[in-house]
């Protein structure tokens, strides 16, 4: 059944993608999985072709286009696992920060090269003594002159080793009261003095997405790098959360397709006691199960895209999608695994990936619990 909300131009860019996808992404996955990072030639190449900010201004290089080719992309990345690549950090969370709120000149310094592939994204928010409670982050910026002198440390930073350029969440007031009226957002250059890459750290899951520690020690970046205003960092922060719920989502569901669609393949093949796994009722009734649920999720995503790229405001919505599409792919993968018996735990079968993978899905960008709190404060449950 086709989805509704792709047009034409939408299904002809999805098969543009999907070529250059097979041809250029799916060969370098195991090689990325086991380096812990990606390349910039990779990251050149998509800008090259056009799939770094496909809903970027035309002016600056981007493709001008609606959040859907956004979600072509997401789907297309996650249904060859290729999740290494973080392309929907890189412009879909980090770069709407510039397109909402850099100056002209910032855009042609930054925005620019991150839609040629020049620069890769980054945003410096988790620190080690806080995840979800942005408002009290400890990273200081404290202006100098015409600079801001930059300590303190991010953690958990996707895209940390291969980024050029880091959006950083410091305080610029730090005795603000309330404390979010003293963050802003800064850009900093990774080959600034001062910056300091630390460990690419050792996950369970996605071992090609580099998660890194960074480091700041009197690093000093010119006031022009202060992104809109200063204090309005923590509103900023906010305002683009809508789109990164949705922007999980999305992959989320496309991952669990992915696992159903070869759990299907697999016990079609697979024998036991003599006859196909298929044919038991236990597995028809399970598979079911998970098919209708794949179906009611890509339903509310598909519903909460159309929302967004009409510009509604949904955060509670999203809100529940990132929790549920999330919940679900961890439930999927379970599931599925189990129906793989034995090889579904061996590491040659990608479902196990699969398994790792939707671990953090439920965590990052936002707890799920977080997420029903957001959700009861919208129901008015204060």
């Known amino acids: 059944m086709r989805r509704q909300i792709f047009s034409d131009e939408h299904d002809h860019f999805r098969a543009e993608f999907r070529r250059f996808v097979e041809a250029e992404i799916e060969p370098r996955v195991e090689e990325w999985n086991r380096a812990g990072t990606t390349d ?56 709407p920060y510039l397109t909402e709120y850099a100056s002209p000149e910032q855009k042609e310094r930054f925005l620019a090269p991150a839609i040629s ?31 801001y002198v930059i300590d303190g440390a991010k953690t958990f930073i996707s895209n940390g080793q291969i980024a050029d350029l880091v959006i950083v969440v410091a305080k610029t007031d730090p005795d603000a009261d309330p404390p979010h009226r003293g963050i802003s957002l800064l850009l900093v250059e990774t080959d600034r003095p001062g910056f300091e890459r630390g460990r690419n750290l050792a996950k369970i899951g996605l071992k090609g997405q580099d998660t890194s520690e960074l480091f700041f020690h009197d690093c000093r970046v010119p006031a022009a790098n202060l992104l ?114 034995g090889y579904g735990f061996m590491q040659e079968y990608p479902i196990s990936g699969d398994y790792q993978d939707a671990a953090v899905q439920s965590i990052y960008a936002g707890t799920n619990e977080i997420m029903k709190v957001i959700i009861a404060r919208r129901l008015g449950l204060e």
């Open 40 to 95: 910039k030639a990779t990251w050149k190449l998509c800008g090259e072709q056009g799939f770094l900010g496909a809903s970027a201004p035309e002016e600056y290089g981007g493709g001008g286009g609606d959040f859907l080719y956004e979600a072509v992309i997401m789907e297309e990345v996650a249904r060859v696992r290729a999740h290494a690549l973080m392309l929907s950090l890189h412009s879909d969370i980090c770069m």
């Open 117 to 147: 592939g020049d620069c890769v994204l980054a945003i410096g928010m988790t620190e080690p003594g806080t995840g979800s409670d942005l408002a009290n982050v400890q990273t200081r910026a404290i202006r100098d002159g015409d600079e």
């Open 228 to 341: 809109g205003m200063e204090g309005q960092g923590f509103k900023m922060l906010m305002s683009q959360l809508q789109q990164e719920r949705l922007t999980i989502a999305v992959g989320s569901m496309a991952s669990c397709q992915r696992s159903l669609d070869d759990t299907l393949a697999y016990v079609k093949e697979r024998k036991a006691f003599g006859k196909r796994i298929a044919q038991f009722q236990n597995t028809q009734f399970k598979l079911a199960e998970l098919a209708t649920e794949i179906e009611i999720g890509q339903a509310f995503v598909d519903a909460l895209l159309a929302a967004h790229v009409r510009g509604d405001e949904i955060v509670k919505e999203v809100s529940g999608a990132k929790y549920w599409c999330t919940d679900l792919q961890k439930k999927v993968s379970a599931e599925c695994l189990q129906l793989f018996g």
